[in-house]
Nanobody, 121 residues
Framework: VQLVESGGGLVQAGGSLRLSCAAS????????MGWYRQAPGKQRELVAA???????NYADSVKGRFTISRDYAKNTMYLQMNSLKPEDTAVYYC????????????????WGQGTQVTVSS
């Protein structure tokens, strides 16, 4: 199983970016998926998460600005980021709880390699 993020880059404050996270490989089903970020010198923090049923939750710092969504048919998750601020600058990582076999009901958590988001003031 592999998770690949894309869509990061450099943007001015107030701008927008859309991140994508595509899961590939031997996938039977995907439960929750999430976006995390890690700024230099800081711990990795949850940005947003979405369940298999579509329920979402967001960090207080991004509520009203970021929107998480999923395309279940494509095993892909998105993060629409609007009104970006310099403090949103970080490496953004996606993760997913994935079941890889009909015969094994357990879910394992997988992580992507990260994509850099830089917001200039």
């Amino acid at each position: 199983v592999q998770l690949v993020e894309s869509g990061g880059g450099l943007v001015q404050a107030g701008g927008s970016l859309r991140l994508s996270c595509a899961a590939s490989g031997t996938i039977f089903s995907i439960n929750a998926m999430g976006w995390y970020r890690q700024a230099p010198g800081k711990q990795r923090e949850l940005v947003a998460a979405i369940t298999s049923g579509g329920s979402t939750n967001y960090a207080d710092s991004v509520k009203g600005r970021f929107t998480i969504s999923r395309d279940y048919a494509k095993n892909t998750m998105y993060l629409q980021m609007n009104s970006l601020k310099p403090e949103d600058t970080a490496v953004y990582y996606c993760n997913a709880d994935i079941r890889t076999s009909y015969f094994d009901s357990s879910f394992n958590r997988y992580w992507g390699q990260g994509t850099q988001v830089t917001v200039s003031s």
